[in-house]
Nanobody, 126 residues
Framework: QVRLVESGGGLVQAGGSLRLSCAAS????????KAWFRQAPGKEREFVAF????????YYADSVKGRFTISRDNAKNTMYLQINSLKPEDTAVYYC???????????????????WGQGTQVTVSS
């Protein structure tokens, strides 16, 4: 069973930066795609960024391109999201997600992912 634990969220001023981490336990971390999603109050969970198993392929939501960077260190079983130039509209709970052995579907769909973390709150003040 894969377990994901996010950390690194907090309260920051607009224009600031944070680095989120997603630590994984279990045998399948290195072999599968991973992603970050976020959910603001009263809104649906939305795709933020995806990284392939090797880290060689990444995708981003248009709203975060150029500001967010996804990366992973398979040796440490950890995925990261560097978020810069934060805006108040980035305020949300950020979740990491991981493929399962038979996951399929678009990388930007929540239904693709078998494993989810509990989330970490990011709050951006104006």
């Amino acid at each position: 069973q894969v377990r994901l634990v996010e950390s690194g969220g907090g309260l920051v001023q607009a224009g600031g930066s944070l680095r989120l981490s997603c630590a994984a336990s279990g045998p399948t971390f290195s072999g599968f795609g991973k992603a970050w999603f976020r959910q603001a109050p009263g809104k649906e969970r939305e795709f933020v960024a995806f990284i392939s198993d090797s880290g060689g392929t990444t995708y981003y939501a248009d709203s975060v391109k150029g500001r967010f960077t996804i990366s992973r260190d398979n040796a440490k079983n950890t995925m990261y999201l560097q978020i810069n130039s934060l805006k108040p509209e980035d305020t949300a709970v950020y979740y990491c997600a991981a493929d399962g052995l038979y996951s399929s579907g678009p990388y930007y769909h929540t239904s693709r992912y078998d494993y989810w973390g509990q989330g970490t709150q990011v709050t951006v003040s104006s």
